[in-house]
C-alpha cells in the first residue's frame, strides 16, 4: 500500500513543523513542506485539464492532505490568492485541514465571535466600528471596562486595556492612525485565569488553564503566564465543541473564559493552534494525534466519491 503524501504548508524555522515531522517518523512516513509565500499557480488552455497548483518542485494537487500551519500576511492580493489556491487544492480533492473557509473565519476576530455568537454560545459583548468617535462612545458603553483589540492578532500582542477615558482616547487615536478599524470587547473579570480546550475531530483531546503572573490580566503563556492539564467537564467540552464546528474548523484551539458568577464565554477559535505548552502539561503527544487525525482524514476521503469531496 502506498504511504499517503502530506505536506505541511509553513514558513521556516516552525517548532510545530518540527514536532509534526518528528511525530511522521513514529508513523514511518515522510512530511513534505511548502512555503505559503511561494505558490505558483496555472489554469491550463485546454478544457478539462487539471488545474496546478506549485511550490518549487512539489504539485499540491497530488497531495492526500496539506496541513495548514501558517498563513502569513500581506497585502490583500497576497491574502486573498493563497487562499484561492487552498479552496482550488481542497475542491481537487485535497483534504486540507483546517479547511480555507474556517481559517479565514478564525483570524478575523469579528467573523469568528460573529459565527460562534450566531450558533447560540455565550460570548463577551463585543463592539466593533470604524469611527473614533463611535468607538469612544463604545467605551462608555461598556461601562469603561473594555479591552481594544486589533482585528488580526495572535498570542495577545496589541490588546490594550484603557483604565480611563483619556486613555482611551489616546489608543484610539493610535489606532485609527495604523488600522482604522476598532474591535471593543468588554472586559470580564476572570480572575487572571482562562482555560484552553484543544479540539481535534470531535473530541476534546487535551485542556489546560492558563495563569497570568501576579498583577497580570492577558493569559497568553507568550505573554509569560503559566499552565497547569485541567479535566474542563462535560459542559465545557460541549461548547468547546460548538465553537469549533461553528467556525467549521477540524482542529481547534477554543480559548474560554469563566466570569466571577463561573459563566464561561468563548473569547475566540484558533484555527492555526499551538500545542507545544498544552501538551508539555498534558502529557499528550498532540502532534502525533494532528498527525493520526489527518491519516484518518485521507483514509475516509480516498473511499468517498469525487463529487462528494468537493461538497
Known sequence: MTAPRIAVLCGPNLWHVDDLQRAAKLRGLRLETADPEKLRSECPSRPGAPQSVRCAGLEL???????????????LEQVVYRMDTLETLRTAGVSVINPPKAVEAAVDKYLCLSRIHEAGLPVPRTIVCEDAKEALEAFDELDGRALLKPLFGAEGHGIVRPENLAEARSAISELAADQGVFYLQEYIDHGGTDLRLFVIGEEVV?????????GQWLTNISQGSSAESVAPGQELEALALAATRAVGAEIAGVDI????????RVLEVNAIPGWRAISEVSGIDLALSVLDYTLARVATLSSEPIGARQS
Open 61 to 75: 494537487t497530488e497531495l492526500d492532505a496539506l496541513l495548514i500551519r501558517s498563513v502569513p500576511g500581506g497585502s
Open 206 to 214: 487535551a485542556s489546560m488553564r492558563r495563569k497570568a503572573p501576579p
Open 257 to 264: 473564559i469563566e466570569g466571577p458568577d463561573g459563566a464561561p
